[in-house]
Structures are given as structure tokens and as C-alpha cells.
T-cell receptor
Framework: GENVEQHPSTLSVQEGDSAVIKCTYSDSASNYFPWYKQELGKGPQLIIDIRSNVGEKKDQRIAVTLNKTAKHFSLHITETQPEDSAVYFC???????????FGTGTLLAVQP | NAGVTQTPKFRILKIGQSMTLQCTQDMNHNYMYWYRQDPGMGLKLIYYSVGAGITDKGEVPNGYNVSRSTTEDFPLRLELAAPSQTSVYFC?????????????FGQGTRLTVV
């Protein structure tokens, strides 16, 4: 079945530095890859997503890149700020099913 | 619009008790999902539904049941609560994942089984 792995599990950066989180998936037919941010005590919220027909997408300080051949995608946050501190989840929607599954999460801490 | 609403927000159950976690959405979404999030862990898919009357198992369905009698509601049933079901449960909904709309999550239900 579909599987998604996410690394690292924790990431600490200095304010202003960049942060990169990577995910790999198993189903080559997967076609949708969202990234969610979860703040303490709240439900996850979408921050950016990418579809399988696109290699890169950017929204201000956030970007996502997709390598379909290698079956991995990454979240890039530039010029990090303390309010970026949260848990980030990558998601994968299978090509043949309607399941939306998630990685194990990355706890990002931005040190002021 | 209220979005995705989950009730209750918190609940303590004794081993062997049963309960239903409620989830309702007012966005006319076709797809609905139930996830559990264990402490320090990721989101694991329990069950999902692609429309009224249709449900499918996710990654960790054992010990749970769901129904989808209406588009709006997707309740999750625990029949015999066990300590291993202590977790935070999230419900989510979307039109068609990956095609124009994001999946919206509720605020979660924190369940403790003692």
C-alpha cells in the first residue's frame, strides 16, 4: 500500500536561516502532495500544495519541489521567523485510491 | 461557514466503554476523513468516505467503525475503548483531493482511555 516517510523529525534553525523538510512516497501513481502546518493545540492547516504535473511551486517564503522519478518532494522555507515554529506534515494522495495519508511530521523550532 | 466541526473537544473513557466522535461539515464536501494523532507522532488515517453511503478503511481501522448517511456528517464509533485508543482525533473534508480545494481539518477531539 501507499507509504510516506518524512525527515527530519525535528529541525532547529536560527531566525533568518532556511529550513528544508523532505518526504518520500512509494506509490508512483500518487498525484497530489500537500504540506500542512500544525500549531500547538490546533488542527493542521494547508500552507502549500503541488500536483504531479508540476515540478515546483512557490508562495512568498515557502516553496515545494517535486521529483516524480525519485518519488520525493520537499518543503523549503526561507528567511525563517519565530512564528514559523510548528509541526509540519507532508501529505500524499494515492493515484488509484482516494486516500490522503501523511508523514510522521517535523517539529520545526526557529530560534530568535 | 463553520467549516469542519468536531464534538466533543475532550473526553475521558473507561476501558470497555463506547462512544461516538461527531464530525460535521457545512461546505458540501464529498470526501471526509478520520485521523488519529498519537503524542509526538504523525497523522494516521483510520477511515475515509468519498460520499454518502460509501466508506473505506484507512491505515489503522481496527477498533473503529464509521457511517456516512448524509453528506454533512461522518461519525466515528469506538465500541470497546482500549488504552491504545488514547489519542487526538481529527476529522477532515474536501471536495476532491488535489483538484482545486484543500482538505480542511477540524480542531480535534482529545480522547483518554483509562
Amino acid at each position: 500500500g501507499e507509504n510516506v516517510e518524512q525527515h527530519p523529525s525535528t529541525l532547529s534553525v536560527q531566525e533568518g536561516d532556511s529550513a528544508v523538510i523532505k518526504c518520500t512516497y512509494s506509490d508512483s501513481a500518487s498525484n497530489y502532495f500537500p504540506w500542512y502546518k500544525q500549531e500547538l493545540g490546533k488542527g493542521p492547516q494547508l500552507i502549500i500544495d503541488i500536483r504531479s504535473n508540476v515540478g515546483e511551486k512557490k508562495d512568498q517564503r515557502i516553496a515545494v519541489t517535486l521529483n516524480k522519478t525519485a518519488k520525493h518532494f520537499s518543503l523549503h522555507i526561507t528567511e525563517t521567523q519565530p512564528e514559523d515554529s510548528a509541526v509540519y506534515f507532508c501529505g500524499v494522495k494515492g493515484g488509484a485510491t482516494n486516500k490522503l495519508i501523511f508523514g510522521t511530521g517535523t517539529l520545526l523550532a526557529v530560534q530568535p | 461557514n463553520a467549516g469542519v466541526t468536531q464534538t466533543p473537544k475532550f473526553r475521558i473513557l473507561k476501558i470497555g466503554q463506547s462512544m461516538t466522535l461527531q464530525c460535521t461539515q457545512d461546505m458540501n464536501h464529498n470526501y471526509m476523513y478520520w485521523y488519529r494523532q498519537d503524542p509526538g507522532m504523525g497523522l494516521k488515517l483510520i477511515y475515509y468516505s468519498v460520499g454518502a453511503g460509501i466508506t473505506d478503511k484507512g491505515e489503522v481501522p481496527n477498533g473503529y467503525n464509521v457511517s456516512r448517511s448524509t453528506t454533512e456528517d461522518f461519525p466515528l464509533r469506538l465500541e470497546l475503548a482500549a488504552p491504545s485508543q488514547t489519542s487526538v482525533y481529527f476529522c477532515a473534508s474536501t471536495f476532491i483531493p488535489g483538484q482545486g480545494t484543500e482538505a480542511f481539518f477540524g480542531q480535534g477531539t482529545r480522547l483518554t482511555v483509562v
